[in-house]
């Protein structure tokens, strides 16, 4: 195959074949191509050279079937890829400079990389000058920038990792200009894609991974789900994964004539912005039920995973020490529901979902989901009006299975449905979802998706 250029990127020639061949369907990647297409375009357009080298990748978000605030826990969660996501199309600097061009914004995001970036919080260059600033601390200079463009058609603090996607394409995008996976500080601490999964996660939270330092990350206290989840997800299965460190548990056939629709609340949930408190304190609130375990047992467990893999009787030990709690910032009841929330959810909900979702199976996995939503509301209590309702009402028009997902308090609503009845599930879906919310309605939208490919550059394909 010939190399990538940017001339064959504007042209879109073979592009929709190789994205097909990668495990997207038709629609989605006659959609990305012409995205890859308009990037390289606006590349030439802001003065890049013809002949420079291209680096392009796709990077899609996700669907967290079930595992609501399990993973930095060390539970586990069942996720898909969606088959929207992030095109990304760069070309190398020879300075230290980084462009980043949104398709939607007319000024790009521009920094040099430095282990001293101040990124602004509640924009979105935060993200990508983040990804640079953790780059400069933990790889020994020179690093070389590079002119980005990012095009994207997933919706932006929806649920679906849009925020994740983001800092993974930009990664993605330097490690390829400075060939970051030929270094010295990267074979040490990397040395599988796993390992690539947890330490994506650790920009964006800030904290260190092996010996590559940490830093203030995007403020937010989360977890590995959504970068393991973009980079391993597998075409028309649900892939499950457990958690500190990233460890893969099973695959889920979904059956081909099953297909998730998807229902953007247009409740807006930032992790940067306003939600980002409130994101926290659930995060917080299963910190602090494992500093309760670590004083009352003088051990050293690191999440509530390892609390209860510690012995046989280790929940029923946690429900007495959180009855006589007496938490500075915490009220009691709310570490009792956190805690409950992340048993049931991580290791009864989860484990009883069958392998195969077939017709068969259907209705006890519609019944998990329903309970997995209602102990979310219930217990986690990160839900909205919104996304209590849009859950309720896709099963009662007859969606096989249901819940919200991503951090909650806002965000996005998934329903398992029929093929043949996806469009008019959807259209009673969002027309009646604008009669009871209308605000909310005029910002959200409803689409449908497959369980689709992981991240991959279209280098990787011009490889094979």
Same mark, same amino acid.
């Given at each position: 195959?010939?190399?990538?250029?940017?001339?064959?990127?504007?042209?879109?020639?073979?592009?929709?074949?190789?994205?097909?061949?990668?495990?997207?369907?038709?629609?989605?990647?006659?959609?990305?191509?012409?995205?890859?297409?308009?990037?390289?375009?606006?590349?030439?357009?802001?003065?890049?050279?013809?002949?420079?080298?291209?680096?392009?990748?796709?990077?899609?978000?996700?669907?967290?079937?079930?595992?609501?605030?399990?993973?930095?826990? #060390?539970?586990?969660?069942?996720?898909?890829?969606?088959?929207?996501?992030?095109?990304?199309?760069?070309?190398?600097?020879?300075?230290?400079?980084?462009?980043?061009?949104?398709?939607?914004?007319?000024?790009?995001?521009?920094?040099?990389?430095?282990?001293?970036?101040?990124?602004?919080?509640?924009?979105?260059?935060?993200?990508?000058?983040?990804?640079?600033?953790?780059?400069?601390?933990?790889?020994?200079?020179?690093?070389?920038?590079?002119?980005?463009?990012?095009?994207?058609?997933?919706?932006?603090?929806?649920?679906?990792?849009?925020?994740?996607?983001?800092?993974?394409?930009?990664?993605?995008?330097?490690?390829?200009?400075?060939?970051?996976?030929?270094?010295?500080?990267?074979?040490?601490?990397?040395?599988?894609?796993?390992?690539?999964? #947890?330490?994506?996660?650790?920009?964006?939270n800030g904290l260190s991974f092996a010996s590559l330092d940490g830093d203030r990350g995007v403020g937010t206290f989360g977890g590995s789900e959504d970068h393991t989840a973009i980079l391993f997800a597998r075409p028309g299965q649900i892939v499950q994964y457990s958690y500190c460190p990233v460890r893969f548990e099973r695959c889920i056939r979904v059956q081909e004539d099953l297909v998730f629709a998807v229902a953007q609340s247009g409740i807006v949930a930032d992790k940067t912005g306003g939600a980002m408190d409130k994101y926290n304190r659930v995060s917080n609130l299963a910190r602090a039920v494992v500093e309760l375990w670590r004083e009352a047992t003088g051990r050293d467990d690191p999440h509530l995973a390892a609390v209860l893999a510690s012995s046989a009787d280790a929940a029923n030990r946690m429900r007495g020490i959180l009855q006589a709690s007496h938490h500075p910032l915490y009220m009691r009841e709310q570490l009792q529901h956190r805690f409950e929330q992340f048993v049931e959810e991580s290791g009864v909900i989860i484990p009883a979902v069958p392998d195969a979702i077939t017709n068969e199976s259907l209705a006890d996995f519609g019944q998990l989901a329903d309970r997995s939503q209602a102990i979310g509301a219930e217990r986690l209590q990160n839900q909205t009006p919104e996304t209590i309702w849009l859950a309720r009402f896709a099963r009662q028009e007859g969606a096989l299975a249901a819940s919200a997902f991503g951090a909650g308090f806002g965000g996005s609503v998934w329903a398992l449905v029929r093929e043949a009845d996806l469009e008019p599930f959807l259209s009673r879906w969002s027309a009646e979802y604008a009669r009871v919310f209308p605000e909310a309605a005029a910002k959200s939208a409803f689409f449908a998706t497959r369980p689709g490919p992981p991240a991959f550059s279209l280098d990787e394909d011009a490889d094979r």
């Open positions: 195959m010939n190399p990538l250029t940017l001339d064959g990127l504007r042209t879109g020639a073979g592009l929709e074949e190789q994205l097909t061949r990668r495990g997207l369907h038709r629609n989605a990647a006659d959609a990305k191509a012409r995205m890859l297409a308009g990037a390289a375009e606006r590349l030439v357009g802001e003065g890049v050279g013809i002949s420079r080298r291209p680096f392009a990748c796709l990077v899609p978000g996700r669907i967290e079937v079930l595992g609501k605030h399990t993973d930095y826990a #060390g539970g586990r969660s069942l996720v898909v890829a969606v088959d929207r996501g992030f095109c990304a199309v760069a070309t190398p600097r020879q300075d230290g400079r980084v462009r980043v061009f949104s398709t939607e914004e007319a000024r790009p995001a521009e920094f040099e990389i430095r282990p001293d970036i101040l990124p602004p919080v509640g924009h979105w260059s935060n993200y990508p000058m983040t990804v640079a600033r953790r780059l400069a601390r933990n790889f020994a200079p020179p690093l070389f920038g590079a002119d980005i463009v990012l095009d994207s058609d997933l919706p932006r603090a929806a649920g679906m990792s849009s925020s994740s996607a983001l800092m993974i394409a930009v990664y993605s995008m330097l490690a390829a200009v400075n060939r970051l996976d030929q270094r010295e500080e990267y074979r040490s601490n990397i040395s599988s894609r796993l390992d690539l999964a #947890g330490y994506l996660a650790t920009i964006e």
